[in-house]
T-cell receptor, first 110, second 114 residues
Framework: QKEVEQDPGPLSVPEGAIVSLNCTYS??????FMWYRQYSRKGPELLMYTYSSGNKEDGRFTAQVDKSSKYISLFIRDSQPSDSATYLCAVIQGAQKLVFGQGTRLTINP | EPEVTQTPSHQVTQMGQEVILRCVPI?????FYWYRQILGQKVEFLVSFYNNEISEKSEIFDDQFSVERPDGSNFTLKIRSTKLEDSAMYFC????????????FGEGSRLTVL
C-alpha cells in the first residue's frame, strides 16, 4: 500500500469555483501533513501544514485532516487563474523525510 | 526574499559519466536535502544532511551518489557513472531549525542521461 495516495487529475474548474483536493495516507502514526504547490518548471513551495486533526485556514486556503479516515484535504475558495499549478500533499516520515503524493494538476479557467 | 539556487538548470550527459549538481541553500539554514522527480512521477526523497554529515538517506541513494558541503555556502550532489534511469529533475531544499515539513526548494536541475 502506498504511503500517500493522491488523484493526479487533471482537474479543471472555472474561475471563482471552490476547489477540493484530497489525499489518503496509510500510516496512522503520521502527525504532520503538508500541502505544497508546484508551478510548471519550478520547485515545490510550501502552502501550509497542519498537525494532527482539524482545520487550518490561510486566506483562501483551508487544510483539513481527518485522522479517523486517514484523509487530508485542501480547499481553495474563490479560485483564481494564478492558482493553476500542481498541488502536492506530503507527510513527514521519520525525522527528516517528506513523502509526497503524486500531485494533482489543477487548472483554473478564466 | 532569500531563495535556494541550483546550477546547472539543465545538464545532458552520456551514460557512465559523472555529474555534479550544485546548490546554494538559504544562508542561515541548517538542514539540507536532495529530492528527485522522474518525469510524471512523485517527488522522492534522496538524502538529508545536517552538521556536515548525512542524517538520513533513501534506498535510492546508493554508492553511486554522494553529497558534500565543501564550504559554508555550497551543497553538492555527485552522481558517479550515471545511468539512463538517473534522468530526472533534482531538487535541492533547505530549512532552518524549525519544522521538518517547512522546506524551501530550489527550481531544480534537470538531468538528461543519454
Amino acid at each position: 500500500q502506498k504511503e500517500v495516495e493522491q488523484d493526479p487529475g487533471p482537474l479543471s474548474v472555472p474561475e471563482g469555483a471552490i476547489v477540493s483536493l484530497n489525499c489518503t495516507y496509510s500510516n496512522s502514526a503520521f502527525q504532520y501533513f503538508m500541502w505544497y504547490r508546484q508551478y510548471s518548471r519550478k520547485g515545490p513551495e510550501l502552502l501550509m501544514y497542519t498537525y494532527s486533526s482539524g482545520n487550518k485556514e490561510d486566506g483562501r486556503f483551508t487544510a483539513q485532516v481527518d485522522k479517523s479516515s486517514k484523509y487530508i484535504s485542501l480547499f481553495i475558495r474563490d479560485s483564481q487563474p494564478s492558482d493553476s499549478a500542481t498541488y502536492l500533499c506530503a507527510v513527514i516520515q521519520g525525522a527528516q523525510k517528506l513523502v509526497f503524493g503524486q500531485g494533482t494538476r489543477l487548472t483554473i479557467n478564466p | 526574499e532569500p531563495e535556494v539556487t541550483q546550477t546547472p538548470s539543465h545538464q545532458v550527459t552520456q551514460m557512465g559519466q559523472e555529474v555534479i549538481l550544485r546548490c546554494v541553500p538559504i544562508s542561515n539554514h541548517l538542514y539540507f536535502y536532495w529530492y528527485r522527480q522522474i518525469l510524471g512521477q512523485k517527488v522522492e526523497f534522496l538524502v538529508s544532511f545536517y552538521n556536515n554529515e548525512i542524517s538520513e538517506k533513501s534506498e535510492i541513494f546508493d554508492d553511486q551518489f554522494s553529497v558534500e558541503r565543501p564550504d559554508g555556502s555550497n551543497f553538492t550532489l555527485k552522481i558517479r557513472s550515471t545511468k539512463l534511469e538517473d534522468s530526472a529533475m533534482y531538487f535541492c531544499a533547505s530549512r532552518s531549525d524549525g519544522h521538518t515539513g517547512e522546506l524551501f526548494f530550489g527550481e531544480g536541475s534537470r538531468l538528461t542521461v543519454l
